[in-house]
């Protein structure tokens, strides 16, 4: 196992996400058994981390987890929850919900907590702590030693990470990211990285496979990786990509069998970054990815200025192209549910006022139909 070296902590490169536990994905049911012996294997073979929260599973990986931890001792492990302020019903909860989360997982402390996914639906909330009070809660748990290390997790785009940490960057010790070769240019990784870098502040990575959509590259693609490096797999190159930026310390794989955990095992026993010519094809293979599947909106913003209705037509088609692309998912009606209703692709008019002087020529009207169907 590969590890790096967190303040006085020697951490493993890969943790153990546990929001896609054997059972299903997200649901309620988890086989306990099986992830027993994979937590087994994992431990035996030095990957110690394990990231669960509140949610995960509809509330039973953080009983789970605690209750096949326990036979470990303490400091053999490294335990990760979060607060889940993704849901604004939690927000001014986090002395009745941290208590419990502890209780859970059977443990007095957390050595890493994060304020779970801060996005543009949850960002105002978050920072008004005067209100809630969730942030200053947080902060007294570090200091009497129930969280060791305090950190956030973030979808939201770096607008938004920028204003949580203009408010609380001087406590946040690390930063999780959705983090691929594919999102390096797509979801703007790339200037995340660079935001947390200039703030010092260490980055763990989740969604390393995309949910899995990186595990199965089209034919083409993974012929043009195979002739780079014929012995790696597509999950490898995905792990390779992250092992090439000094960076990313820790990165999640939410894995839900044991071929998984011993693949991943396997790929993370040495360190093999990439070359700057395989990184440079990796990430042509990525543009051709994105290329075939969304529309080629260059941001001009000629669009907006013929738009009666004021829409932000280069941010619905990024929006709309992250919701294709992924086949749907959270992020896109997560990011919609701060817009107003008159901002949304609903509004569209139809009046392809922006069509006449789209230098792409996007359907953009076609578009907002199109997305406003697929959100229903």
């Given at each position: ?16 996400g546990c ?26 073979n030095g ?75 949850n960002i ?253």
């Amino acid at each position: 196992m590969i590890y790096k070296n967190f303040q006085n902590l020697r951490l493993p490169t890969l943790g153990l996400g546990c929001m896609r536990l054997p059972g299903g994905r997200n649901n309620f049911d988890i086989d306990e058994k099986a992830t027993e012996e994979m937590i087994d294997v994992a431990m035996q073979n030095g990957v110690n981390y394990f990231d669960t929260a509140w949610g995960y599973h509809a509330g039973n990986s953080e009983p789970v987890v605690g209750r096949i931890l326990k036979k470990y001792p303490r400091d053999s492990f490294f335990l990760a929850s979060k607060f889940p302020g993704y849901d604004l019903s939690n927000m001014g909860k986090s002395a009745e919900i941290f208590p419990e989360q502890l209780k859970r997982c059977r443990t007095d402390y957390f050595d890493f907590y994060l304020f779970h996914n801060v996005c543009e639906s949850n960002i105002e909330e978050y920072l008004n702590d005067e209100k809630n009070g969730d942030f200053t809660y947080l902060l007294e748990q570090k200091k009497n030693g129930r969280i060791r290390h305090l950190g956030f997790s973030a979808h939201g785009n770096i607008e938004t990470m920028t204003r949580f940490l203009d408010a609380y960057g001087e406590h946040m010790e690390f930063c999780q990211i959705q983090l691929n070769y594919l999102d390096w240019s797509f979801q703007d990784a790339k200037g995340k990285m660079e935001l947390l870098k200039s703030r010092n502040i260490p980055v763990w990575v989740m969604e390393p496979v995309r949910g899995g959509k990186l595990a199965n590259v089209d034919g083409a693609y993974a012929d043009t990786l195979k002739a780079l490096r014929p012995e790696a797999s597509p999950v490898e190159w995905a792990f390779r990509f992250l092992q090439t930026l000094p960076d990313v310390f820790v990165t999640l794989s939410g894995m839900s069998d044991m071929d998984q955990l011993k693949e991943n095992i396997r790929i993370f026993s040495e360190e093999k970054p990439l070359s700057q010519n395989e990184w440079n094809a990796l990430l042509s293979v990525s543009d051709k990815m994105l290329e075939k599947k969304t529309l080629a909106c260059t941001s001009c913003r000629y669009c907006t200025d013929h738009c009666p209705m004021e829409l932000d037509i280069p941010q619905l088609i990024k929006l709309y192209n992250e919701h294709v692309f992924s086949g749907g998912g959270f992020i896109a009606p997560m990011v919609l549910s701060s817009f107003t209703d008159d901002k949304k692709p609903s509004a569209c008019i139809g009046c392809q006022s922006c069509e006449a002087v789209c230098p792409q020529n996007i359907k953009i009207a076609q578009m907002m139909t199109d997305f406003t169907a697929r959100l229903k």
